[in-house]
């Protein structure tokens, strides 16, 4: 059984995230989606608030989990025994930070792999702070994340 690690701040989650999940889905037999607790971000959301969205989101995947975890994504990775790391690459600009966590966290755990996977074209420019900001400023951002993230980010944004 070969299970993957989905690692992210997801900020919230965006279809973007979602359309990762699914290719991940066909080629791994399960998937944790891990919420990073600490990323050095300062997040919109809590980490139990977007745990949740991504739960409501992903219910209908049989073989998706969530969770969330604090510390390094490698021992992460190991407690939930997971052979790999899965990463979205969206455009070139995210290869080198990419790159460069890759390498890092194969130094730290050999046995670990990261796999990249291209969202679809469309979701190439979409990232959490363009949603966050869209919804900020009351724009449509129906076409970037599903329905409850809409309606969790209109809640933040009245209050
Ligand atoms: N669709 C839409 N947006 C996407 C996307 C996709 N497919 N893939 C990434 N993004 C966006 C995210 O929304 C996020 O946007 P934002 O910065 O505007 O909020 C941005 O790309 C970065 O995304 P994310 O994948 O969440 O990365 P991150 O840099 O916030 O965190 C961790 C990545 C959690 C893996 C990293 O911080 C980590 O590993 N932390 C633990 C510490 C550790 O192990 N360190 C050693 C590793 S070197």
Redesign the pocket.
């Given at each position: 059984m070969a299970k993957a690690i989905y690692?992210?701040?997801?900020?919230p989650v965006?279809y973007?995230?979602i359309?990762?999940i699914k290719r991940a889905r066909e080629i791994f037999d399960s998937i944790v989606v891990t919420v990073?607790i600490n990323?050095g971000?300062t997040p919109l959301f809590t980490t139990q608030e977007r745990v949740e969205m991504l739960k409501d989101c992903l219910k209908e995947f049989q073989n998706v989990s969530v969770d969330s975890f604090d510390?390094?994504?490698?021992d992460h990775a190991k407690n939930v025994g997971a052979v790999s790391i899965i990463?979205?690459l969206?455009a070139v600009s995210d290869f080198e930070y990419e790159f460069?966590?890759a390498l890092?966290?194969r130094k730290l755990a050999g046995e670990i792999s990261t796999v990249f996977l291209m969202?679809h074209e469309k979701?190439t420019y979409?990232?959490?702070?363009?949603v966050r900001s869209l919804a900020g400023f009351n724009s449509d951002i129906s076409d970037f994340v599903p329905p409850n993230v809409r309606n969790a980010l209109e809640r933040k944004f009245k209050k």
């Open positions: 690692p992210g701040t997801f900020d965006t973007g995230h359309d990762i990073a990323t971000k510390g390094l994504v490698v990463r979205g969206r460069q966590m890092m966290n969202p979701y979409l990232n959490s702070s363009i």
